[in-house]
């Protein structure tokens, strides 16, 4: 919000038509603490990112059976799958 020069006087005009104000210092009650209300949809995102955390960075179970599927042979690639998910990415980060 922006305050012309004019608005400025204005209410400097309205101040010393006012007179002095003074205030009782001792009246005046101090703020209460800050507080933060979260919705409940915002309690939602809090427990999903602490699951989400909770989680281990690697999952050891899939990583063995995809090294035996590997050593074993039986490891094989979708080159088209791998493609698709490529492009679906680079679109993704386009649209952002």
Do not use: C, H, W
């Not at 915002?42 to 999903?48: D, I, N, Q, S």
């Not at 590997?70 to 490529?86: L, N, P, R």
């Amino acid at each position: 919000m922006r305050i012309s020069i004019d608005e400025a006087r204005n209410v400097a005009r309205l101040y010393q038509a006012e007179g002095e104000v003074s205030i009782d210092l001792a009246s005046v009650t101090p703020p209460t603490t800050d507080a933060v209300t979260l919705t409940d949809d915002a309690e939602l995102v809090k427990e999903v990112l602490a699951e989400v955390k909770a989680q281990p960075d690697i999952r050891d179970e899939r990583v063995t059976e995809l090294k035996a599927a590997y050593e074993s042979g039986q490891y094989t690639v979708d080159a088209k799958a791998v493609a698709d998910a490529i492009v679906r990415r680079a679109l993704a980060d386009r649209i952002k």
